[in-house]
């Protein structure tokens, strides 16, 4: 038997009516913003990720699917989306049409790292850029929308972390100050964070090994460094935040996976997922369009694993109830089975959610597979009931069963409460 790829996943039918919700959730909610949804190709150039995110991160060096096709043109299965909406963004021109472009994707991304809770090699993301604004009001409404998303799906214990890593004249006193720092230590770090440490020392504070977190428990913060307008940019978002009554706390090493990230930096995470904890994270990105080859335009998103919401969301069955068939028609005959499906037909046309058998099994089966998949109604017709253009409208849930006319049938129904 040939099996799934490690570290991919089938999404059975049982599964899917959760990602349906999520991504009608995510439609609706992202209207009431006034964001526009774009679409990216599955493959990108490899050359847009190796700019874009940073050859000294983990997802560059190590995680990335690609190969050379047979062109001789190198190429990368998306390992994250907001460099290929970048490139979208100055491929088409969007900044010419609109002086702000608010975005948002879903989308299913690849990297082959450790497969483990919550995090697979083929993934799915949704998330939003805003393209334009320099401002902190930017900042504000994309954060605003991830917690407030979560929020609206019913996840409690939201804990939002924010940081500022500043400008570039910020980020390039503190990069001096912490070589510094770690210089004595460099013996104990990782190969990978002593590469790191020459070519971009900001990546160590992203480390996940413990002994080297102890190590940069007493580095200098990169808050000490920031310019006034770096600290006036942040002092805006957090009032902001506040004024919309969405709390967050401080974490001053805390500078994301990727290189791009400017300014904001910030995580939302939920206890609801255990160790691997983090439900999103975003930024703002303000020199990644002018990186890409566009011109300089100010950004600020975030992105969110879907798998790891559905986690999330796990523990709040009253909010996310499965979408059950509402009715089930049996016909008890041969001679009644083809009006059977001329009655299902018609009702799908009135919006009605309806399923016939196909097995031709008896009443007692049937009607015992309606309960098991929670049914509300099952309509029974046998050859006294065709004769005289009646059916049996059984409530699955109280047991009651009602003599209806078929020309009557669709105003029963809509009377009753699905």
């Known amino acids: 038997m040939i099996r799934s790829v490690k570290g991919t996943h089938d999404i059975l039918p049982d599964q899917t009516w959760r990602w349906r919700k999520i991504e009608s959730s995510l439609h609706g909610f992202m209207q009431k913003y006034g964001y526009q949804e774009i679409r990216t190709p599955a493959f990108?150039?490899?050359?847009?990720?190796?700019?874009?995110?940073?050859?000294?991160?983990?997802?560059?060096?190590?995680?990335?699917?690609?190969?050379?096709?047979?062109?001789?043109?190198?190429?990368?299965?998306?390992?994250?989306?907001?460099?290929?909406?970048?490139?979208?963004?100055?491929?088409?021109?969007?900044?010419?049409?609109?002086?702000?472009?608010?975005?948002?994707?879903?989308?299913?991304?690849?990297?082959?790292?450790?497969?483990?809770?919550?995090?697979?090699?083929?993934?799915?993301?949704?998330?939003?850029?805003?393209?334009?604004?320099?401002?902190?009001?930017?900042?504000?409404?994309?954060?605003?929308?991830?917690?407030?998303?979560?929020?609206?799906?019913?996840?409690?214990?939201?804990?939002?972390?924010?940081?500022?890593?500043?400008?570039?004249?910020?980020?390039?006193?503190?990069?001096?100050?912490?070589?510094?720092?770690?210089?004595?230590?460099?013996?104990?770090?990782?190969?990978?964070?002593?590469?790191?440490?020459?070519?971009?020392?900001?990546?160590?504070?992203?480390?996940?090994?413990?002994?080297?977190?102890?190590?940069?428990?007493?580095?200098?913060?990169?808050?000490?460094?920031?310019?006034?307008?770096?600290?006036?940019?942040?002092?805006?978002?957090?009032?902001?935040?506040?004024?919309?009554?969405?709390?967050?706390?401080?974490?001053?090493?805390?500078?994301?996976?990727?290189?791009?990230?400017?300014?904001?930096?910030?995580?939302?995470?939920?206890?609801?997922?255990?160790?691997?904890?983090?439900?999103?994270?975003?930024?703002?990105?303000?020199?990644?369009?002018?990186t890409l080859g566009g011109k300089p335009t100010p950004a600020v998103g975030f992105a969110a694993g879907i798998e790891r919401l559905l986690l999330a969301l796990e523990l709040k069955p009253t909010e996310f109830n499965f979408e059950s068939i509402q009715i089930y028609i049996i016909g008890l005959t041969e001679k009644v089975r083809s009006n059977c499906q001329v009655i299902a037909q018609d009702l799908r046309n009135q919006g009605f959610s309806v399923s016939t058998d196909l097995l031709r099994r008896s009443l007692k089966s049937l009607l015992r597979e309606a309960n098991r998949n929670s049914v509300k109604v099952a309509i029974i017709i046998g050859d006294d009931e065709l004769a005289n253009d009646i059916v049996q409208v059984k409530d699955m849930e109280t047991g009651e069963q009602t003599t209806v006319s078929k020309n009557k049938l669709t105003e029963h129904l809509t009377d009753l409460d699905f």
């Open 44 to 290: 990108e150039k490899t050359e847009l990720f190796s700019r874009g995110i940073g050859e000294e991160t983990d997802i560059v060096s190590k995680e990335m699917y690609s190969w050379t096709d047979q062109g001789g043109e190198k190429l990368t299965l998306k390992p994250e989306l907001t460099a290929p909406v970048v490139r979208s963004f100055i491929q088409h021109n969007l900044g010419s049409q609109s002086s702000t472009n608010r975005l948002y994707y879903m989308d299913t991304l690849f990297r082959r790292e450790r497969p483990q809770k919550g995090r697979t090699r083929q993934f799915h993301q949704f998330g939003v850029e805003v393209f334009g604004s320099e401002h902190p009001e930017a900042d504000a409404e994309v954060i605003a929308i991830s917690y407030n998303f979560f929020k609206t799906l019913g996840i409690d214990n939201l804990t939002l972390t924010l940081n500022s890593i500043g400008s570039d004249d910020c980020r390039n006193n503190y990069r001096n100050e912490l070589r510094n720092y770690l210089k004595p230590f460099l013996s104990d770090l990782t190969e990978t964070s002593q590469n790191r440490f020459q070519n971009n020392p900001l990546r160590i504070l992203d480390t996940k090994i413990e002994h080297e977190k102890e190590i940069l428990k007493n580095a200098p913060e990169i808050g000490n460094f920031l310019t006034v307008d770096d600290k006036s940019h942040f002092e805006e978002v957090k009032s902001l935040l506040n004024g919309l009554s969405i709390p967050f706390s401080i974490q001053s090493q805390m500078v994301r996976g990727l290189d791009y990230y400017t300014r904001t930096t910030y995580e939302i995470s939920s206890t609801a997922l255990g160790a691997q904890d983090a439900l999103c994270g975003g930024g703002r990105y303000d020199k990644l369009v002018e």
